[in-house]
């Protein structure tokens, strides 16, 4: 062979090793002395709402939201993210060899705005089951009977026409200032009780002649019990792992994420002592369903989802807090006084809606508040 050739040949030789070599680096690879050999390393991306807030990787400033954090080793990672005005988030993080992993934060501010969202008076608050109305009775005044708010998602607080409180009932017919509020499943009706009377109402308009279905009710209450049951049976028979849809089925309480990716669960039901006495409710878990993991919850007198399945309200004694799915995280939004332990969350997870009182001259009676969560 010519000398020419095996230049050739070699040159050709190193190209592809350093080609090679380049790949290896560009995927994040990198060689070991401890180990003495290549090993591969990982990412860890990172975006938080609201953004350009501060990431520290083991106790050092890395870099801010959203971004990418690429070359490091397999191993887990404390991660906390800062923004100033905002509650701290940490976790444990695990990066694998060659895996993106993703972190999506939200930081809830430090102090939160509590505003006004009625001035007439509420009384027993209820939330449909899709969890975009709200029907309630205000009490006394020229407005009085029952109201409903259907919440619209993405909205600003001035609200739109359409997402306005609308009546109705009015207590010209029978006095609804007493009444009990209960939602059909389809959440298109509200039956309020009144006494030995029962009136069906349709959500989106005024009911200006209630019609009263006390001889069907058994028969409606069945019909919406069974639509209910129908719902979580066709949800748990989607649960591919028989493992987790057995969890599902045998299960006395089973919350769903709005998404149906996970589920909330507690194997007994809530007992009438605990009911009673207001005392805090613990063995709730969350099951990713498709990560196939498990989480305990930090016990509470109330957990309920927020809209965006990433977090769970748990109302304690005269406070609110937010917790990550996975039951770490703890931030307490509100701590004061709050009536029932009434707490739910807005379709589009920027605020939480509470009935308080805070007598001024003007109001004097409990009003829904809102909590700013964004």
Known sequence: MSKRFIITVVTLLVIVMAAGVAIFLAKGYTFSPAEKRIVGTGIITVSSQPDSASVYIDGHLTTATNATISSLSPKQYSVRIIKEGFIPWEKQITVKEGLVTEVKVT??????????????????????????????????????????????????????????????ATNAVTDFSKAALRWSADSKQVLATVSNNNYLLEFDRLNSEPRDITPVLAAT??????????????????????????????????????????????????????????????????????????????????????????????????????????????????????????????????????????????????????????
């Open 107 to 168: 930081l809830f501010p430090a102090i939160p705005t509590i505003y006004p969202l009625t001035f007439t008076g509420v009384l027993n608050p209820v939330l449909s089951p899709d969890g975009d109305k709200l029907a309630y009775l205000v009490p006394s005044g020229k407005k009085a009977g029952v109201w409903v708010w259907t919440m619209a998602k993405n909205q600003p607080i001035a609200f739109t026409r359409s997402s306005e409180p609308h009546q109705i």
């Open 221 to 374: 209450i069945k019909s919406w019990e069974e639509d209910q049951k129908s719902k979580n049976a066709s949800a748990t028979a989607g649960i591919i792992d028989p493992g987790l849809r057995q969890v599902a089925s045998s299960s006395a309480i089973v919350r769903w994420s709005p998404d149906e990716t996970k589920m909330m669960v507690r194997k007994n039901p809530v007992s009438e002592k605990e009911s009673s006495n207001g005392s805090l409710l613990a063995d709730f878990k969350v099951y990713d369903l498709e990560d196939k993991k498990e989480y305990s919850l930090p016990a509470a007198r109330s957990h309920a989802w927020l809209p965006d399945s990433r977090h769970i309200i748990l109302v304690e004694e005269s406070a609110i807090s937010v917790v990550d799915f996975d039951g770490t995280n703890k931030a307490v939004i509100f701590a004061g006084s709050f009536l029932d332990n009434f707490v739910f969350p807005w379709p589009d997870s920027s605020r939480l809606v509470i009935i308080s009182s805070f007598p001024t001259p003007t109001a004097s009676e409990p009003n829904l508040y809102g909590i700013n969560l964004k």
